[in-house]
Each structure stands twice: as C-alpha cells, then as structure tokens.
C-alpha cells in the first residue's frame, strides 16, 4: 500500500473535512484518510486510483488537485 497526499479545493470548515473523510473512506482499497483543513489537503493510504479518488472527492462537493511534475 501507498501514501499519497492532494490538495483539496473549496473546504473552509470542519464539515467539508468530515464530507471529504466519508466520501473517500468509501471508496475501494482505501485503508486510511486524513484531511487537513489548514493545509487544504487529502492524504490516503490504499491502492485506489486517482480517478476513483477525484471521483469521491467530487461526490462531496469539492476539487481534488493532483500534481504532476514538470518535465
């Protein structure tokens, strides 16, 4: 297994951190969520993908930012 962190866009308050947490704790070959509101970021530990991720992310009402590097 994996740990993999994202930004999150469009939280500003504890229930938008719980609303991210369930919809990704949802999702298949997730073991672990963490949100951090200050930070605006998702970190999960699991195999699931990027796109089933967003995915749930979205289904709570918010944006995941995955980065990719330059080059």
Sequence with gaps: MTTRIYG???MTCDHCV???RIEVAK???ISDV???LDQGTLTVTG???EQSLAEAVDEAGYALVINK???
């Design 8 to 10: 999150v866009e469009g």
């Design 27 to 29: 999702v298949p070959g």
């Design 18 to 20: 719980a609303a991210v």
């Design 34 to 36: 963490i949100v951090n």
């Design 47 to 49: 195999d699931a993908t």
């Design 69 to 71: 590097p330059n080059g």
